[in-house]
């Protein structure tokens, strides 16, 4: 049930971390794949990696914060192509400050990456997956956006905001054999979590019930789920990724 061949996936934020993971794990599937990054040569090495798997493979440089950008990339993947099968939006960054002391900028940067981000790609995808009839769109959202955490209001506004817009969209695009889901990953062990101390780490591993950070694949396979047959009937959902951490 799990073979994605002859599909299309594009992924944000691709040029690393769990977004390459999420590349690399659907192109095992059989999916080819559109890596696009702020980062050119992270985008670049993510599609080398890709084509050694077998499948086809374009790296696209853009900013997910400028819709110009997007639509340009995504006229680029579709480039040859009858659509866009697989969606999903991946690409974020942090910029964490107490929130008397968060400038305009960090809050500013953060709401436009990762929520309008979305937006602006989901906008722009769609339209191929409407004509066609068929789509899966997985955003990346985060446990912050449903816990919150001091220090990150601007990461937390956002990443509870892709949950929101979600749950529209899933609404808006069911009725066109589109499905759209939401991912809340934890701890993700990636070069943030390994630079922390030691004892920071072990503090942040005593909430976690399945003892563990997860890990880039962790949450592509939670992907690789959605955008396959197996995720067929779900729709509109939060699906936690976090050994267990947050347990609604
Ligand atoms: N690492 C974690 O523990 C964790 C936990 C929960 C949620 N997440 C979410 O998972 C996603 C990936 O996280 P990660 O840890 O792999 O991050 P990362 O910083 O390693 O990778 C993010 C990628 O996005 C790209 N990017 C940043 N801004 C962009 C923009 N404006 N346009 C296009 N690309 C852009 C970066 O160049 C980078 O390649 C993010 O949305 C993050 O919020 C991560």
Not at 67 to 78: G, H, I, Q, S
Not at 84 to 105: C, P, S
Not at 203 to 232: K, T, Y
Request: with cysteine; net charge positive; charged share 20%.
């Amino acid at each position: 049930m799990v073979n994605l061949e002859g599909k299309t996936a594009l992924v944000t934020g691709a040029g690393q971390g769990i977004g390459r993971d999420i590349a690399l794990t659907l192109a095992s599937a059989g999916a080819d794949i559109a890596s696009l990054d702020v980062n050119l040569e992270g985008a670049e090495a993510t599609a080398a990696l890709v084509r050694t798997k077998g499948r086809k493979s374009v790296a696209l440089a853009g900013d997910v914060s400028n819709a110009a950008d997007v639509d340009r990339c995504v006229a680029e993947a579709l480039a040859g192509r009858e659509q866009i099968h697989f969606l999903v939006n991946n690409a974020g960054i942090t910029r964490d400050n107490l929130l008397l002391r968060m400038t305009d900028a960090e809050w500013e940067s953060v709401v436009s990456v990762n929520l309008t981000g979305t937006f602006n790609v989901t906008r722009a995808v769609s339209r191929s997956m409407i004509k066609r009839r068929f789509g899966r769109i997985v955003n990346i959202s985060s446990v912050i956006g449903i816990m919150g955490n001091a220090g990150q209001c601007n990461y937390a506004a956002s990443k509870a905001g892709i949950i929101g817009f979600t749950k529209a969209v899933a609404k808006e695009l069911a009725g066109r054999n589109i499905n759209v889901n939401a991912i809340a990953p934890g701890f993700i062990e990636t070069a943030m979590t390994r630079a922390l101390p030691e004892e920071r780490r072990e503090a942040m591993r005593r909430l976690i019930p399945l003892g563990r950070f997860g890990s880039g694949e962790d949450v592509a396979r939670v992907v690789l789920f959605l955008c396959s047959d197996l995720g067929g009937y779900v729709t509109g959902q939060v699906i936690h990724c976090d050994g267990g951490m947050v347990m609604a």
